[in-house]
């Protein structure tokens, strides 16, 4: 194993873009292998080479740059991701209590707001920005 640890010397190695394309490279490879799909046996050898090529990198800068934009891409995935999820949940608290509850939007910061059902004319007071409105529950 020591040619190996000798080949390795001053590789670039893992981080968290090529953790992604390994992932990439095995979701593509057993969805291809299920599907029989061409084109996804293609990607997997894509991000195989890839993967396999930013490992053994020597120009860490640049790798580490690369690197440093995928994390900010994949943080953006993650804040659209839960911003689809909070809106889910959203959805099925709003229908969950649809009986016992109103939702107004704020006139002014237009941030919703969860008012209980059935109390007639109502000043509801805007948590956020203080703005007072008078609305029927
Ligand atoms: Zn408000």
Known sequence: M???????IGRYGLDQLNIALLAAMMFCTLASSLSGSL???LLSLIFM?????????R??????????KFLIFWNAVKRGWNRIRGWFAAQKRRFADRKTHRYYR???CKKQLRVP???????ISCPICHTKFIKKT
């Open 2 to 8: 020591n040619w190996l640890r000798n080949f390795m």
């Open 39 to 41: 084109i996804l046996y």
């Open 49 to 57: 080479v890839l993967a396999i090529f930013r490992l053994m990198s």
């Open 59 to 68: 120009n860490h800068s640049s790798r580490v740059r690369e690197n440093e």
């Open 106 to 108: 704020c006139p002014n």
């Open 117 to 123: 059902k059935g109390r007639g004319k109502i000043e």
